[in-house]
């Protein structure tokens, strides 16, 4: 079992930051990928960023140079520095924590969401 805990996010004017964590508990296998998706109204949930327990980060060519993703592997915890946030921005962002059970069975857990609003 793991468990995800989020943490940030809110309501900001266009230009300014935020950031959010999520930390993971739990039985968390050695080889995983921990990240931020988000979801805006009427459309698809989407990846931001995510990077793996080997240090390798994926980030979505729509907020590259503005968000960076980093990772405190002691806690297990991710972090996602949003600045120059935009209206477009505005949409709940959810933890996704990828890895596996008994170093066999894929397991993935969605974290409950956190809405960011970005006005302008």
């Known amino acids: 079992q793991v468990q995800l805990v989020e943490s940030g996010g809110g309501l900001v004017q266009a230009g300014r930051s935020l950031r959010l964590s999520c930390a993971a508990s739990?039985?968390?296998?050695?080889?995983?990928?921990i990240g931020w998706h988000r979801q805006a109204p009427g459309k698809e949930r989407e990846l931001v960023a995510s990077?793996?327990?080997?240090?390798?980060?994926n980030v979505a060519d729509s907020v590259k140079g503005r968000f960076t993703i980093s990772r405190d592997y002691t806690q297990d915890t991710v972090y996602l520095q949003m600045n120059s946030l935009k209206p477009e921005d505005t949409a709940v962002y959810y933890c996704?924590?990828?890895?596996?059970?008994?170093?066999?069975?894929?397991?993935?857990?969605w974290g409950q969401g956190t809405l960011v609003t970005v006005s302008s």
């Open positions: 996704k924590y990828s890895g596996y059970v008994r170093g066999q069975v894929r397991l993935e857990v």
């Open positions: 739990g039985t968390i296998s050695s080889i995983n990928d």
């Open positions: 990077m793996t327990s080997l240090g390798n980060p």
